[in-house]
C-alpha cells in the first residue's frame, strides 16, 4: 500500500511540477500587437523596432488593442562566458534594456524571442541549457513576452525543453507570457495547457492564398484547414496560434486579407500584425483596425470558432460569443464569385436573429429575411448574430 502511494507521487511529481509553473492570470483573451518576423525577418535593428513602435501607438492601433512589440530572431549574436546572451551591438547599439524602456514609455509591452534548441533558426545562440540564465536576463531588461522558437532541437524532449523554460519564466520574478513555436510537431494542445499561454500549431504562415514551401512554410487558407478539432485545446490563457498576420505584405489582395483576419478573429487567434506598420496604406489599415472583428477575437469567453458546413468551395463557421451571440463566417473559396445559399439551419442558428455586418458596420436584415448571398471570389462573409 505504503509502495503503490509512492509510485503515485513519483508519476504525478512531475505533473504537479507543470501546474506550478507558468504565471496565471496572463493572456486571457488573445494576445495582440507586431512581431518583426514576417516583413523584416533578420534585417531588424532598433531604429526600425522603435519606429514600429510609434507607429502602433500613432496608427490607432495600440487604441484597438495591439500592444505587444516582439523582436523576432537575429537580436543576438553570442554568449559570455559566464553563460549570459550577446545582443547584436551594429543592430541595437544602445542594448536592449534600453530599446524596452522605450516601448515601455509608449504604454506598449516588450517581447522578444529565442529557442529551445541549441541554436536559433537563423543559427544565433538557442536557450538549450540557459534558460534559467536567459530567463533572468529577460526579466532584467522587461521582458514581457518571449516566443520560443524549435529550430536545432534534434534528441530533445519538448514537454521538458518548453517546461524548463515556462518554470524559469515563472521563477523570474516577472510576468512573461510564453509563446510557444514548436510548429504542432508533438501536439503542444495535448500537453502545454499548463506549460505556455500559446503555442503555434503548424509550420510558418506565408504571404499567400495556399502556396507551399518545400520547407514547410505554407499560405493561410492551408493554415486554416490544420485548425480543424483544435478548437476545443483553446480557451482564456491558453491558445491555438496558427502563427503570425500577413495583412499588409503585398501578395494577396483586399478580399484575400479581409478573409484571413476574419479567420484569425473567429478562431481566437493571436493577432500578431506582420506588417511594415510605418507605411500601411488605408485600406490596410482598416483591415487590422476594425473594432467589430477585434471585439468578436478578444471575446471573454475566449471560445474558438469551429467549421460548421463545408460543401466544395462553400464553408461556414461559428464562433459563440459571451453574451450569447454568435460570430459566423460565410466563405468562398473559389476564385469566382458565386451566390449561396444562407444555411442558417445548417450552422446551427436558430429562430429570427439580427444580421450585423462586421464589415460593413451596419445591421443588414435578420437570418429569417436574409435567404442567399452572393460572396465574392476568395472572400468571406463575416457577421455578428444577436437576438
Ligand atoms: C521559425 C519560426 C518563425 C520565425 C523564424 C525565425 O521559422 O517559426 O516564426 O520565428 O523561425 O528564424
Redesign the pocket.
Known amino acids: 500500500m505504503k509502495n503503490s502511494i509512492l509510485i503515485a507521487m513519483l508519476l504525478l511529481f512531475p505533473f504537479l511540477g507543470i501546474l506550478a509553473q507558468k504565471t496565471e492570470e496572463l493572456a486571457l483573451t488573445p494576445p495582440m500587437g507586431w512581431n518583426s518576423?514576417n516583413k523584416f525577418g533578420c534585417d531588424i535593428n532598433e531604429k526600425l523596432i522603435r519606429e514600429a513602435a510609434d507607429a502602433l501607438v500613432s496608427s490607432g492601433m495600440n487604441k484597438a488593442g495591439y500592444e505587444y512589440i516582439v523582436i523576432?530572431?537575429c537580436w543576438q549574436i553570442d554568449r559570455k562566458p559566464d553563460g549570459t546572451i550577446v545582443v547584436d551591438q551594429t543592430r541595437f547599439p544602445s542594448g536592449i534594456k534600453s530599446l524596452a524602456d522605450y516601448i515601455h514609455s509608449k504604454g506598449l509591452k516588450f517581447g522578444i524571442?529565442s529557442c529551445a534548441g541549441r541554436k536559433?533558426?537563423?543559427q544565433r545562440p538557442g536557450s538549450n541549457g540557459y534558460e534559467v540564465i536567459d530567463a533572468n536576463t529577460y526579466a532584467s531588461w522587461g521582458v514581457d513576452y518571449l516566443?520560443y522558437?524549435w529550430?536545432n532541437s534534434e534528441g530533445i524532449n519538448p514537454v521538458k525543453a518548453y517546461t524548463d523554460m515556462s518554470r524559469a519564466l515563472a521563477n523570474s520574478g516577472r510576468p512573461i507570457v510564453f509563446s510557444m513555436?514548436e510548429?504542432g510537431s508533438s501536439r503542444p494542445w495535448s500537453w502545454a495547457q499548463n506549460v505556455g499561454h500559446l503555442w503555434?500549431t503548424t509550420?510558418?504562415i506565408q504571404d499567400c492564398w495556399d502556396c507551399k514551401r518545400d520547407w514547410g512554410g505554407m499560405g493561410w487558407t492551408t493554415i486554416l484547414d490544420l485548425q480543424v478539432g483544435l478548437e476545443k485545446f483553446a480557451g482564456p490563457g491558453h491558445w491555438n496560434d496558427p502563427?503570425?498576420l500577413e495583412v499588409g505584405n503585398g501578395h494577396m489582395k483586399y478580399n484575400e486579407y479581409i478573409a484571413h483576419f476574419s479567420f484569425w478573429c473567429l478562431l481566437a487567434a493571436p493577432l500578431m500584425a506582420g506588417n511594415d506598420l510605418g507605411n500601411m496604406n488605408d485600406s490596410i489599415k482598416n483591415i487590422l483596425l476594425n473594432r467589430d472583428a477585434i471585439a468578436i477575437n478578444q471575446d471573454k469567453a475566449g471560445i474558438q470558432g469551429k467549421k460548421v458546413y463545408d460543401e466544395s468551395d462553400f464553408e461556414i463557421w461559428t464562433k459563440p460569443l459571451q453574451n450569447g451571440d454568435t460570430a459566423i463566417i460565410f466563405f468562398n473559396r473559389n476564385e469566382r464569385k458565386f451566390d449561396f445559399p444562407a444555411l442558417w439551419e445548417a450552422a446551427g442558428i436558430i429562430g429570427n436573429l439580427k444580421v450585423y455586418d462586421v464589415w460593413q458596420h451596419k445591421n443588414i436584415g435578420t437570418t429569417q429575411q436574409l435567404k442567399s448571398f452572393s460572396i465574392d471570389g476568395h472572400s468571406v462573409l463575416f457577421f455578428r448574430l444577436s437576438k
Do not use: E
Request: net charge negative; with cysteine.
Open positions: 518576423w523576432d530572431d524571442y536559433t533558426c537563423q516566443k522558437d529550430c513555436c510548429w503555434r509550420g510558418d502563427d503570425m
